[in-house]
């Protein structure tokens, strides 16, 4: 089946460096890829959609100045957390879906990065 | 605004018992999916639900979709401890997969 990863799957920074994860889809290629976050006992909340060769589009309310968003080719989408502070400690999951604007019935998701933030 | 709402948010049950955990949501939508999500892991994709009546089971778990009613509902069969996890539902809501998810029902099965 397809498969996405996510590296690194846990991250400690200290307050105001930048933190880059990386979602990668293994064997398929994927147009559009998803930024979910995660806090503790919650559910998850789309943070924005990631298209290949364009910009991302932010939810309402997600900074995107503060979560830089690369999606790069087809199987590699990155999310930059800059300056981050400890408020944005979370359990960050990316997704794919094996095309973009087709009625696919799965969507893969990665395995999650825990960030905390010191 | 499109709301995902699921109830009960919590539930202990006993091994052996049946239950059902539903999924309401607020606008239209063309897919309606469940998840499983075990204590610091990712999601693990359960059921898509495509279309008005469909019913998918899988093991003690069987899903459906009413689409006219706006809820979907996942029933547990003989509850085994293994069932143990946060179950969510999601709704599609640009036909591009992007997701969103209600808050999740935290099932607890002992024996």
């Known amino acids: 089946g397809a498969v996405v990863s996510q590296h690194p799957s846990r991250v400690i920074c200290k307050s105001g460096t930048s933190v880059k994860i990386e979602c990668r889809s293994l064997?398929?290629?994927?147009?559009?890829m998803f930024w979910y976050r995660q806090f503790p006992k919650k559910s998850l909340m789309l943070m924005a959609t990631s298209n290949e060769g364009s910009k991302a589009t932010y939810e309402q309310g997600v900074e995107k100045d503060k979560f830089l968003i690369n999606h790069a080719s087809l199987t590699l989408s990155t999310l930059t957390v800059t300056s981050a502070h400890p408020e944005d400690s979370s359990f960050y999951i990316c997704s794919a879906s094996l095309l973009a604007g087709e009625s696919t019935d799965t969507q893969y998701f990665g395995p999650g990065t825990r960030l905390t933030v010191l | 605004e499109l709301k995902v709402e699921q109830n009960p948010l919590f539930l202990s049950m006993q091994e052996g018992k049946n239950y059902t955990i539903y999924c309401n949501y607020s606008?239209?939508?063309?897919?309606l999916y469940w998840y499983r999500q075990d204590p610091g892991k990712s999601l693990e994709s359960l059921f898509v639900?495509?279309?008005?009546?469909a019913v998918k089971q899988e093991g003690r778990l069987m899903a459906s979709l009413d689409t006219k009613a706006r809820l979907s509902t996942l029933h547990i069969t003989a509850a085994v401890h293994d069932l143990s996890a946060t179950y969510f539902c999601?709704?599609?809501?640009?036909?591009?997969?992007?997701?969103?998810f209600g808050k999740g029902t935290t099932l607890s099965v002992s024996s």
């Open positions: 999601a709704v599609d809501i640009s036909g591009y997969n992007a997701l969103i």
């Open positions: 064997d398929f290629q994927a147009t559009t």
């Open positions: 606008t239209t939508s063309d897919r």
């Open positions: 639900l495509l279309s008005n009546g």
